[in-house]
């Protein structure tokens, strides 16, 4: 039996993007809130990948499974081949930081599962995230802001948005060795926690990305 484009069980290309978009905004907020609710721990932690050690680390691994899996499913326009190798080295960079979680954090920790310390481990994955922030960057600012023939006004503000999301993903790429470098001479900057902060910054910007290209906002007039 063959399914047509209007059968209601397919999923649209736009409400798998809005989910996309959903998942990595709402992220950073459902760990910092489910800490504190199921855990009475007010401790926010070093980064978002801290987490995993922590009461909502199963949350953050469904979370971040999800959207790989929303990437990977995701083909994008018929015939841009980049477009949907992109997104699913996306995904699977998603899969593989969920999956191989970086060391425990050593102070004001919410911790309640322990892994032994491995150096290797936690370099492989905070290569994959890095490398997952980069490709997420180049999505919005080279995939998005494609399109045929002369671009609409919605389409130029709808670019405009995808630039700055771009853009912002990359200060928070640059920002967050910066800001640890900082930290290694300067320890009580450690207190301002600004790689959970930064993390979230480029998570809001990616997701704003996502739910603009899935129509939430700024849609072409007809």
């Given at each position: 039996?063959?399914?047509?484009?209007q059968?209601?069980?397919?999923?649209?290309?736009?409400?798998?993007?809005?989910?996309?978009?959903?998942?990595?905004?709402?992220?950073?907020?459902?760990?910092?809130?489910?800490?504190?609710?199921?855990?009475?721990?007010?401790?926010?932690q070093?980064?978002?990948?801290?987490?995993?050690?922590t009461?909502?680390g199963?949350?953050?691994?469904?979370?971040?499974?999800?959207?790989?899996?929303?990437?990977?499913?995701?083909?994008?326009?018929?015939?841009?081949?980049l477009?949907?190798?992109?997104?699913?080295?996306?995904?699977?960079?998603?899969?593989?930081?969920?999956f191989?979680?970086?060391?425990?954090?050593?102070?004001?920790?919410?911790?309640?599962?322990?892994?032994?310390?491995?150096?290797?481990?936690?370099?492989?994955?905070n290569?994959?995230?890095?490398?997952?922030?980069?490709?997420?960057?180049?999505?919005?600012?080279?995939?998005?802001?494609?399109?045929?023939?002369?671009?609409?006004?919605?389409?130029?503000?709808?670019?405009?948005?995808?630039?700055?999301?771009?853009?912002?993903?990359?200060?928070v790429?640059?920002?967050?060795?910066?800001?640890?470098?900082?930290?290694?001479s300067?320890?009580?900057?450690?207190?301002?926690?600004?790689?959970f902060?930064?993390?979230?910054?480029?998570?809001?910007?990616?997701?704003?990305?996502?739910?603009?290209k899935?129509?939430?906002?700024?849609?072409?007039?007809?």
């Open positions: 039996m063959h399914l047509n484009q059968d209601p069980r397919l999923i649209s290309f736009n409400s798998l993007r809005k989910s996309i978009g959903w998942l990595s905004i709402l992220l950073p907020p459902a760990m910092l809130t489910g800490n504190y609710w199921l855990a009475d721990c007010s401790f926010i070093e980064s978002l990948s801290d987490y995993y050690y009461v909502t199963n949350l953050l691994v469904g979370m971040l499974c999800s959207m790989a899996l929303f990437l990977i499913s995701y083909k994008g326009y018929p015939g841009d081949w477009d949907a190798w992109l997104t699913t080295i996306a995904g699977i960079l998603a899969l593989g930081s969920a191989i979680p970086t060391n425990e954090p050593l102070t004001n920790s919410c911790a309640i599962i322990h892994l032994p310390w491995n150096t290797t481990r936690s370099e492989t994955h290569l994959l995230a890095s490398i997952l922030f980069i490709d997420l960057a180049l999505i919005s600012l080279f995939l998005f802001t494609k399109g045929k023939g002369e671009p609409t006004p919605q389409k130029k503000k709808r670019n405009k948005i995808y630039k700055i999301c771009g853009y912002v993903i990359l200060f790429i640059v920002m967050v060795p910066f800001y640890n470098r900082m930290v290694k300067n320890p009580e900057l450690a207190s301002y926690k600004m790689v902060w930064l993390e979230w910054m480029a998570m809001t910007a990616f997701g704003c990305s996502w739910l603009v899935g129509g939430l906002v700024l849609r072409d007039r007809k």
